[in-house]
């Protein structure tokens, strides 16, 4: 948990080297735009059932009502989700099509992910495959999901790790803590509201297809947000230039996305999509706190 890891000493080289890896690795990992051309089409063939984004936040939420039941990390649903918007990223993803276009095996695509991460990151769950089919009634049997399984991982290569943006935006936040150390309660009041926040963006269709780096940075700007005094202003400036010194996504795209998330947690249904807010990130911030912090130093 984030508790216990800034409480334990670390190396903080560490910390930034592992950072480095999983931008890297986030980079050949990307989920695209797979909707496009099913539940967007202009003119649909005949008799087809498109899968919506709508029905994609139905199964989001599905898996975290399951998880929480099971007490388990909410991670893990990010993890199951961005696999299945991996697998139907790949052009040559065995039956990609039909799961596009058929409501029930999406939902069986995303079960068999749930299965996967849970089998594989919560080894004392004692779950299998027989509880996904009786938590489907029936809907699919044993071989079902197994065979999705298979298919599931031959589509992504095999390759069912890859950073998550809670992952990404804890290893940022443990190294602006280091440079920057505010109060006990403002810290946890920004790890909770970062995990709130990316959890948030895992719903949204539109958050995830973009880099997870891009949501953690949008998220800790957000929640950074929610504190006043000294302690706000020293963690945008930090932030700013920890965005600067890593090389990552630009304002605009980080904007965008932070402007999205931020309505989305609210509630507000006219979403901003205007990159044009004022940006943190901005040349005059980072000039004016260059002097003050030093990331990566």
């Not at 508790?3 to 000493?9: E, N, W």
């Not at 280091?178 to 269709?205: C, F, G, N, W």
């Not at 880099?211 to 006043?228: E, G, K, L, M, P």
Request: net charge negative; glycine share 4%; hydrophobic share 40%.
């Amino acid at each position: 948990m984030m508790q216990s890891m800034f409480d334990s000493p670390q190396d903080l080289a560490i910390t930034a080297d592992a950072l480095l890896v999983m931008i890297q690795k986030e980079q050949n990992q990307n989920t695209c735009d797979y909707l496009l051309g099913s539940s967007r089409s202009s003119s649909p063939p005949l008799n087809e059932t498109f899968v919506t984004e709508a029905d994609r936040i139905q199964i989001v939420d599905w898996c975290f009502d399951i998880v929480d039941k099971l007490e388990l990390d909410r991670e893990t649903v990010l993890i199951a989700i961005g696999m299945t918007g991996r697998y139907l990223s790949n052009p040559s993803a065995p039956n990609r099509k039909l799961f596009l276009r058929k409501r029930g095996q999406f939902q069986l695509l995303a079960m068999a992910s749930l299965y996967i991460v849970i089998k594989t990151r919560e080894q004392g769950s004692n779950v299998n495959a027989a509880f996904f089919s009786d938590l489907s009634h029936g809907l699919y049997s044993v071989e079902d999901i197994e065979d999705m399984e298979r298919k599931l991982l031959h589509g992504i290569s095999w390759r069912i790790w890859v950073p998550t943006s809670i992952q990404i935006a804890r290893h940022m936040l443990l190294l602006i803590f280091s440079k920057v150390q505010p109060k006990e309660s403002s810290k946890m009041r920004i790890l909770d509201e970062v995990d709130y926040q990316t959890e948030h963006a895992a719903r949204d269709y539109y958050l995830s297809i973009e880099r997870t780096s891009t949501i953690a940075i949008a998220a800790i700007f957000n929640a950074i947000n929610i504190v006043h005094g000294q302690d706000r202003q020293d963690l945008l400036c930090a932030l700013a230039l920890f965005v600067a010194s890593f090389g990552l996504n630009s304002s605009r795209e980080v904007q965008a996305s932070k402007a999205r998330l931020k309505c989305i947690v609210e509630g507000n249904e006219s979403i901003r999509e205007d990159a044009s807010v004022v940006s943190e990130t901005s040349s005059e911030l980072k000039a004016r706190c260059h002097k003050k912090l030093k990331i990566g130093a």
